[in-house]
Each structure stands twice: as C-alpha cells, then as structure tokens.
C-alpha cells in the first residue's frame, strides 16, 4: 500500500512539474496515444523529460549573455569541390587515393569513365571523392593544385554546426535523466499494467538517446574529416592525333608491337635451335660422322688392295 502512495505521489509531482514546462518532445507527446489508456498518471509519465528543458535553454542564454561564449569550441564542417585538367587522369587519381591515405584519410569513391569532346577526340575523365583530417585540408588541396595543369574551378564552404550539437547535448542530458526517472519507477512499481506502461516509455526514450548519439557522432566525424570532391579531365592538347577515325600514333604503335612479335619469334627461334638442336645433333650427328669416315677409310684401303694386286703389263 505504501509502494502504490510512493508511486502515486511520484507520478503527481512529475505531472505538476510537466505543466509548468514550456515544451515537450514530440516522441514522448506521442507515448500518450500507444493503447495503454489515457489517464493523468500515464501522461505524467510520458511528460518527464520535458521539465528539464527550459532550464537548459535558459542556462544556455545565460551564458551566451555572460560575454564567455568565446570560450565554446567551434564545431565546423569543412567541405571543398575541385575541377583540374591533368595530363593523365588514371594517374592523377591513383596520386590522389595515395596523398589521402598518406595523410590518415580514406577514399570515399572514385570513378574513371571516358567522354567525346566536340572536336571529335576522346578524353578520359574521373572524378574522385576522399576524405583528410580538417586541419590538413588546406595542404591536401595544395597537393591536388600543384599536380594540375589547369584549375578549372574550387569551392571551399564550411557549416558551423555548434548550436545542433550542443541542442544534441542538451536533449541527451534531459532523456539520460528522465531514462533513470523511470528505471526508479519502473524498480518501484507493483502492478503488472503500471511496469508495461514504464517498460514502453522507458524503451522510447532509450530509443531516442541512441538516435541522438548518432547524430553527434556524425556531427563529430563530419568535423574532424573534411570531405573534397575532385573531377579530372584530361588535357586535350595532350590527346592522340586522330583524323577522321585514324590515328597514326595507333598504327606506329601496332607496327611496333608487330617488329617485337617477330624479333620475340626469331629470339625464340635461335634459342631452341641452341639448346634443342645442338645436343641432338651431337648425340647423333657425331656418331654418324665417325661411322661414315670409317666405311669411307675401309673403301679406300679395299680400293687400293685392289689396285696393288693387279699383274703388271
């Protein structure tokens, strides 16, 4: 009986303090609604974590008035977007991918694709999107420039999202408050109607700190690593001559691959004649030449045999 007063009396003084608040967050208003009845003591519940929140706002401008503002951290998100002509766009963006990781960052995409220009000659083109530490984005874009050969366009913008992040702030002191309100109640409650209806509200607002956690921790990783987007084109003057589909520079290159196709040949040629050839030859050739020279001897010598038994006229 004493535990139903306590909890009774708990849920009077948080309805009391939920009407002298200013706001309330929407997902906690929508708690009122989820099939659980409408009674005062399921409203008070889902109005605990607004009576935190003018307080916040109004230490918040008291402190903005008190001229110690210069004292908060800025929070900015650094972002940049470059258009270069280079002279090989493959090797510009493997410089790229390179420079970004040397400098403790990551590729976030890369593509290489290729594009008719008017004047009939095909270019290369790639875009390139990485991501460097915030306070070496002014050297990585140095380093991306100096390997250009023209600088068609840069943009640099930058978002301060110091007032989102601290409002984040805010909101998850309030829910982390109102989370161990009802892990209180929800520790005092008896009947099994009242622990569902804590159960329910406490797992909404588990919901929402998780959320807002996640908000600023992209908040944080946005600021820490400024993103830069690169197009590369290829510098035309530096194409191929073509003229009307015909490219001498492809056909002096076929008619020297075909000259290394036949030196490749000959080479091979004179390579197997050297070590297939001559061990045959001396496995067979020599003995076929002693054998030869033998039964040349012997015809000589049976010949002259011949020739000394003939009488003499």
């Given amino acids: 009986m004493k535990k139903q007063n306590l909890i009774a009396f708990l849920l009077l003084v948080i309805l009391l303090s939920a009407c002298a608040s200013r706001s309330m967050p929407e997902s906690l208003v929508a708690i009122e609604s989820d099939g659980y009845g409408g009674g005062a003591g399921e409203r008070a519940i889902a109005d605990m974590a607004a009576p935190a929140a003018p307080m916040e ?5 008291n402190f903005s008035n008190s001229g110690s503002a210069s004292t908060i951290q800025r929070m900015v998100i650094k972002n940049a977007t470059l258009s270069i002509v280079v002279i090989d766009p493959a090797l510009a963006m493997d410089d790229i991918m390179a420079m970004a990781e040397g400098m403790g960052g990551f590729v976030v995409s890369s593509n290489l694709w290729q594009t008719n220009l008017s004047s009939g000659i095909t270019v290369d083109q790639a875009n390139i ?8 984005l002014d050297e990585a874009l140095d380093t991306i420039k100096a390997g250009a050969g023209e600088v068609r366009s840069e943009n640099i913008s930058g978002e301060d999202v ?6 984040l702030q805010s909101r998850l002191r309030n829910l982390e408050s109102a989370e161990a309100q009802l892990a209180q109640i929800m520790e005092d409650a008896i009947r099994t109607e009242d622990v ?8 909404s607002v588990r919901e929402q700190i998780e959320v807002i956690k996640g908000q600023m921790q992209y908040y944080e990783q946005a600021a820490a690593l400024s993103s830069i987007s690169i197009d590369l084109t290829a510098d035309a003057a530096n194409q191929p001559i073509q003229i009307g589909g015909w490219q001498p520079v492809g056909v002096a290159k076929d008619a020297i691959e075909a000259l290394i196709n036949f030196l490749q040949g000959f080479i091979n ?3 197997w004649l050297v070590i297939f050839m001559v061990p045959v030859i001396l496995v067979i050739g020599l003995p076929v030449t002693f054998l030869w020279r033998g039964l040349r001897n012997w015809r000589r010598r049976r010949k002259a045999k011949k020739q000394a038994a003939k009488p003499v006229e």
């Fill in 269 to 271: 040629f004179v390579i």
């Fill in 196 to 203: 569902l209806q804590v159960y329910n509200n406490l797992v």
């Fill in 57 to 61: 706002a109004e230490q918040s401008a």
């Fill in 162 to 167: 110091t007032s989102q992040y601290t409002d």
């Fill in 129 to 136: 999107s990485i991501r460097v530490p915030a306070e070496r």
